[in-house]
């Protein structure tokens, strides 16, 4: 869910839900796998180190416990770096418009030997983030409180690897990867650098927000390259005095993400087998832009039909209390909820199993998917032991073939049927069991 909502796992602005999968931390940033995205406007030409220097957008994913941040980017590999700044709500940091450091190789971030007063961030930073290209290190510094200072992460590959213990994060509290491919287009590829860490583990949970800024830093001198993240900028180079709370003329911003609240995880989604059938019952602890959610069935997990739709409570900060009664759910059956936006955009929940218990009724329910081509399902369900007989039928009601010719015990069954070697067209299929008889259509569409 692109822009909201539903608290399963949680979307990543102004406190809305996703339910995405989380990313995997290989250095290559896909824009599927992430909830939210902050791109960049500029050329992605950069005069200020090169053709092979260039920041795409700033990504993020959150659940109720992690935070991933994911940067499409190439840096030359002299030792140039890759940049991040990240500020919580609730995480004492270096105020806006205070003097800051930038590359971690000119001694530390937080040098108060620092002489240059124009770098400055327009927004509170926590913690900074140095990723260099020449030997994957990855370096983080918090501003302020408790153990101010820096820590050497790791090193980072294609392949993901965790941080060991240090003053700021214990081990395992961090997992990140380094692509670098400075010959490559990464606003086609894609390729960078990601990193997931535990909200605990920097100070701040689900109730917070942070904003984040990404750049491109020199290796031996400080200064910044033209690639603001997000923002706007001419085609040049911001040079030696980059007042980044009074950008110069031709720049604008702010350069940073704007708030972007952490999510709430759902605190239940579940099913509950009544006398009058499956009674589904879920809740958010906030949404965003929700238009509702569709009720979907299925009993192999594969194809899925909607039974109904539920309003959404649009965006609140409230908790809210959803329910839907499948009056017609017999045996084994799976669910699932597909959350939709105001905008179109959907997702979907996990997927939960539940026994429905024997049919109360006969019933043989539409193929899926209908049309088909070359396969569909057939599924149809017995109250009590039966003989059964399953056939299909062309327009002109010749027998194509027979599906089912056998006794058997109550319950609900679903049946294949595959028509690779027969010709596109309307045909039909015939239940029979014992007194009971249903025809329905399928269309075949090759």
């Not at 027969?422 to 569409?445: C, H, I, P």
């Amino acid at each position: 869910m692109k822009n909201a909502v539903f608290a399963l796992l949680c979307l990543l602005v102004c406190g809305t839900i996703s339910l995405f999968a989380q990313p995997t931390i290989n250095g290559t940033v896909t824009p599927a796998e992430y909830q939210v995205t902050f791109a960049n406007s500029n050329p992605v030409s950069n005069n200020g180190f090169g053709p092979q220097s260039d920041i795409g957008a700033i990504r993020t994913w959150v659940n109720g416990t992690d935070l991933y941040i994911g940067i499409p980017c190439k840096v030359e590999a002299n030792g140039n770096q890759l940049a991040i700044w990240m500020g919580f709500s609730n995480v004492p940091g270096r105020a806006a418009g205070t003097r800051l450091s930038c590359a971690h190789t000119t001694g530390t971030y937080l040098d108060s030997t620092w002489t240059n007063n124009n770098y400055r961030a327009d927004f509170e930073v926590d913690y900074m983030l140095s990723v260099r290209t020449d030997n994957g290190q990855v370096v983080i510094a918090k501003t302020a409180g408790a153990n101010v200072g820096s820590q050497v992460l790791g090193t980072a590959t294609t392949t993901a690897s965790s941080n060991s213990a240090g003053s700021i994060l214990s081990a395992g509290a961090a997992t990140f990867a380094l692509n670098n491919q400075t010959a490559s287009d990464i606003r086609t590829t894609n390729t960078g650098f990601e990193i997931r860490f535990t909200l605990s583990a920097l100070g701040t949970n689900a109730a917070a927000n942070v904003r984040l800024f990404a750049i491109i830093v020199g290796a031996n001198n400080p200064f910044f390259s033209n690639v603001l993240v997000p923002g706007t900028a001419s085609n040049a180079n911001l040079g030696f005095d980059p007042n980044l709370t009074s950008p110069p003329t031709g720049y604008s911003g702010p350069f940073n993400t704007g708030a972007i609240a952490l999510p709430v995880e759902l605190t239940s989604f579940g099913a509950q087998v009544l006398n009058d059938g499956v009674r589904l019952s879920w809740t958010t602890a906030s949404e965003l832009n929700n238009a509702g959610f569709e009720v979907q069935r299925s009993t192999n997990q594969a194809n899925w039909t909607t039974l109904g739709f539920v309003r959404g409570a649009g965006t609140t900060t409230e908790a809210q209390s959803y329910s839907f009664l499948d009056a017609s759910a017999t045996g084994r059956v799976f669910y699932r909820l597909k959350q939709i936006d105001f905008d179109g955009q959907f997702e979907y929940s996990n997927v939960i199993e539940v026994n429905a218990g024997l049919p109360k009724t006969f019933a043989l329910e539409q193929n899926y998917p209908n049309p088909f081509n070359p396969t569909t399902t057939i599924a149809y369900q017995l109250p009590t032991a039966s003989d059964v007989s399953l056939k299909v039928y062309d327009m002109l009601g010749k027998e194509v073939t027979t599906l089912v010719n056998a006794r058997q015990d109550a319950g609900a069954y679903s049946v294949n049927f595959n028509a690779n070697n027969l010709a596109s067209g309307l045909y039909f299929y015939r239940l029979q069991a014992g007194n009971f008889v249903q025809t329905r259509k399928m269309m075949l569409v090759k």
